[in-house]
């Protein structure tokens, strides 16, 4: 680190003599520090133990006058704010990421993948002099990476002259025999590449690693750029930041114009889907940049041809913009176990069908032991020298580099040369200083034995940037000004066909605590990187000005048939949770107290409760013990596992939701998330507490109703009505009509319908009792409850609403005509053929047949026989169109899937 730190040793701190001032904010950022040998971003300089400032130094005049002319611009405007005032807007900016639902997973966190994206309130700057620098030398290192992947899939010259070593490429696990001699679509291999970036207490920037698989950031750095700009507009809007649109913009029309098709390509997005860690800025880039959002299973190749399975049938897709790691894009020549990509898509590569950025077999760029090697690279491609250095790297599969590394092993870091990979050795990096001499001996020893797994690179203290640390369970203003390390990730993407653009900014991550560790996976932050210019501000966007009325009739929003299958689950999970929701309130309520519910109520109870799963068939039945029932609905009430009960359901619903996430409404998202959390949480707390009573029970489930319809009302009104919100619809009409029809035919069975207990409890669950007492008073006539709950046209929880509705919604779905009816339609009953009188008819009366029930003989039956053979007839038709519509629109069945040319 000495090297670093000795053109500091004479550097004093300036300050001047003035009048003492009340503590504020700019007095408070004038006590943040960076620790001893890491540059203070705020004031350019580093500190070294020798640089404390001596016990008697006066007070500034003016907080801020120490700092650089940068920062001091961006706290300007906010100097006379207090300390409180920064605790409110950092307790704004959580909220809103919450709000957003901007989420980034946590692989380790076992109790919900998902937590809220970690983004700190001062953004990092730059000087237009430090991001002319970093331009210009992220320029220079794209275009040699980009030079050496089309060396080493095409003549490998530099294997050849000994510039690589082979050990590093076709040992490499990354490098992909499969795609050696192909001339990807358009000539070009790369098209976005990521630079980690650290400034050492020398004041350059240091490259410190390189992503071209598939790189991370593109989309949280937008998230991060609009939230900050946003709480400091008034600074933002004066000093001159440069924006971020036109450079995304240059991206689309480049991968648009070297593709197959030419400017009208369809692109898509291929994530790995919504259990990868970043899957949330997957779903906002692609919402942002226009693509279709895609996971493999959403794709297939035939006849080396690219498509896109959805409602409509199969779509040619032309480009992707991947987010797979390349081991996992094509199971049949890649990893097998795969489920992630595409069989045969590497095929259809090869035959120049379909553009990928970045082209499979990049991941060799991305080993550390690489950097060491770069400089002569370049002067050999190039015959320049990297503007932009790198930190000292020794790969030790070179003896010369593997001796000099192991006398340096205290002062460096230890990487593995095959990070991530299954073949080698992978461990996370190990700071030599850090160890202790037994420790350094054993990693000594590792080293030696195998040499060419390990990598050593040179430490640096990274540069150091203020940080809002809140308070841990105490008032928001009790949080401190904290300086911690900060890492810079600056983008380079493809500019035409040989061009590369540097991203203005980037996406700065900084460390959880006082080591420089700045990994999201272990607890960092992000900030938003403001890269100032001396231009003229570039005000681009990406929203097309020029739509003609033609163009937009042309515009039809896809539906993948992976989206249509979790929006149709949606709408079931949706409907299924307020079925037992309300199934759950109306057991618990006549349950409750020795004297309600008369013995047929009790068992018709019983038997929905077990037929929903709110219960397990071994529990004792409400009849034989009704508080063992009770309880044990009470606890299954949360149940992950046996019986799914509400927390199932909702938690499943929240799983569809998520898949879904681009389609949702930020309000539509919010509610659902909220109203799962919620739910879990009061109970868990009533558990804890021993107060988990059915009166508590009981309100919880009430709340929770409220807050489905709240989802109920979003799901009405705030989604368009395409064919993916129609199959959203079809799926809760298919579990409303099975749910209904089996309740009603169970009551007959039952006879509970014959007490007045059991009159009311099913209006109720039909969630009909206000209509009903308002249009029938305190009647208890068969007729009227058969009228209202299954023959009533306006009705919308009546059977022949229901019916009704589904026939219509599965015709739209298949194109047919106004007033017609599809194949799939007609196996729902009419429900225009049921009669009133003949529904009603009791046991042994002689009845006249039921028209499409024209093969019933005229015949003495059981109660209410007739009105038993719809209900009957409508829960096994809800069955057999659900398993029609998986088949016809979901998994394609029937469907050839070639994925290499036929013969």
Aim: proline content about 6%; some cysteine; overall charge negative.
């Amino acid at each position: 680190m000495k090297q670093f730190q000795s053109q500091f040793q004479s550097q004093k701190p300036t300050v001047s003599t003035g009048l003492t001032v009340a503590p504020s904010l700019a007095q408070r950022v004038a006590e943040v520090r960076a620790g001893d040998g890491h540059f203070d971003e705020l004031r350019g300089m580093a500190f070294t133990a020798d640089l404390d400032l001596p016990q008697n130094t006066p007070v500034l005049a003016t907080p801020l006058q120490d700092l650089t002319s940068e920062w001091a611009d961006f706290f300007a405007p906010l100097q006379n704010e207090s300390i409180d005032d920064l605790a409110q807007r950092s307790a704004q900016l959580a909220r809103q990421v919450r709000d957003n639902g901007i989420t980034y997973n946590v692989y380790a966190d076992q109790d919900g993948p998902q937590r809220p994206w970690s983004m700190d309130l001062f953004p990092l700057i730059l000087s237009s002099a430090d991001w002319q620098h970093i331009e210009a030398g992220v320029l220079q290192r794209a275009r040699l990476l980009e030079r050496i992947m089309a060396d080493i899939y095409g003549p490998q010259t530099l294997l050849a002259r000994g510039l690589l070593p082979p050990a590093l490429v076709q040992g490499h696990p990354g490098y992909l025999r499969a795609m050696h001699g192909v001339q990807p679509v358009g000539g070009r291999y790369l098209h976005i590449a990521a630079f980690d970036l650290a400034r050492g207490p020398d004041a350059n920037w240091w490259l410190v690693g390189q992503r071209t698989q598939a790189p991370s950031g593109l989309g949280y750095l937008l998230e991060n750029r609009l939230a900050i700009s946003a709480q400091f507009e008034t600074a933002f809007d004066h000093m001159n930041v440069q924006r971020l649109a036109s450079t995304y913009r240059a991206l689309m029309d480049s991968l648009r114009s070297i593709s197959p098709l030419g400017p009208d390509a369809h692109l898509a997005l291929l994530t790995p889907g919504p259990y990868n860690e970043t899957y949330f800025e997957h779903a906002y880039l692609a919402r942002y940049l226009g693509l279709t959002l895609v996971e493999g299973s959403d794709l297939l190749v035939r006849d080396e041809h690219l498509y896109l399975k959805t409602l409509k049938g199969l779509v040619p897709v032309h480009g992707l913009l991947k987010r797979v790691d390349d081991p996992y894009m094509d199971p049949l020549e890649l990893r097998a176990d795969s489920t992630l990509g595409v069989p045969g898509l590497l095929q259809a590569i090869r035959a120049g069908h379909v553009l990928v950025a970045n082209t499979p077999g990049s991941a060799f760029l991305e080993s550390p032991a690489l950097l060491g090697f770069l400089p002569a690279l370049s002067n050999y491609l190039f015959e320049q020298e990297l503007s932009l250095p790198a930190l000292p790297t020794w790969w030790c599969g070179e003896r010369s580099a593997m001796l000099e590394a192991l006398a340096k092993l205290a002062d460096c870091a230890i990487k593995p040369t095959y990070p991530d990979s299954e073949q080698h050795r992978s461990f996370d990096a190990v700071l030599g200083a850090r160890q202790d001499s037994h420790t350094l001996d054993q990693w000594a020893g590792r080293i030696v034995r195998n040499p060419q797994e390990y990598t050593v690179q040179a430490y640096m203290p990274y540069s150091q940037l203020p940080v809002w640390q809140p308070a841990q369970g105490g008032p928001a203003s009790a949080g401190t000004l904290q300086a911690r390390s900060v890492v810079l990730r600056v983008f380079a993407v493809s500019d035409g066909a040989q061009g590369w653009r540097v991203l203005p900014g980037g996406l700065a991550r900084v460390a959880s605590g006082l080591e420089d560790v700045t990994s999201m996976q272990r607890g960092g932050s992000s900030v938003d990187v403001w890269a100032k210019t001396q231009a003229d501000v570039d005000h681009t966007t990406l929203l097309q000005p020029h739509l003609t009325p033609e163009s937009l009739l042309q515009r039809q929003r896809m539906v993948t048939s992976r989206a249509a299958e979790n929006l149709f689950w949606l709408g079931r999970y949706t409907e299924r949770t307020e079925n037992t929701l309300r199934l759950a309130r109306l057991t618990l309520d006549y349950l409750h107290g020795q004297e309600r519910g008369y013995v047929p109520l009790r068992s018709w109870l019983g038997q929905l409760a077990v037929q929903n799963t709110l219960v397990l068939p071994s529990v004792p039945t409400p009849i034989q013990a009704p508080r063992v029932f009770e309880r044990a609905l009470i606890d299954s009430l949360t149940s992950a596992r046996h019986a799914t009960s509400v927390g199932y359901c909702l938690r499943a619903l929240k799983l569809a939701a998520a898949s879904v996430r681009e389609r949702l409404s930020q309000e539509h998202w919010r509610i659902i998330t909220r109203t799962e959390e919620s739910l879990f949480a009061r109970f868990d707390d009533c558990r804890q507490r021993g107060d988990c009573t059915t009166q508590n029970a009981l309100q919880i489930l009430k709340d929770t109703s409220d807050q489905m319809a709240a989802i109920t009302g979003a799901q009405t009104d705030r989604m368009t009505r395409d064919d993916g919100w129609r199959l959203l619809s079809i799926g809760r009409h298919i579990e409303r009509l099975t749910f209904l029809s089996n309740a009603l035919s169970r009551a007959l069975d039952c006879q509970s319908l014959e007490t007045d207990d059991g009159f009311d409890a099913m209006i109720e669950l039909f969630d009909n009792a206000i209509t009903f007492h308002a249009q029938f008073q305190q009647s208890r006539d068969m007729a009227a409850l058969i009228e209202l709950l299954v023959l009533d046209r306006d009705n919308p929880r009546s059977i022949y609403w229901v019916a009704k509705t589904l026939r219509g919604r599965l015709a739209k779905l298949a194109g047919s005509e106004p007033n017609q009816l599809s194949e799939l339609s007609l196996q729902v009953p009419n429900p225009d053929n049921w009669n009133l009188a003949q529904l009603c008819e009791r046991a042994y009366d002689l009845i006249n047949p039921l028209p499409m029930r024209s093969e019933i003989a005229t015949a003495q039956l059981p109660s209410y026989q007739l009105l038993q053979n719809v209900l009957q007839e409508c829960s096994a038709a809800a069955h057999t169109v659900s398993e029609t519509i998986s088949a016809t629109y979901f998994t394609h069945a029937g469907m050839t899937n070639l994925s290499v040319r036929a013969s």
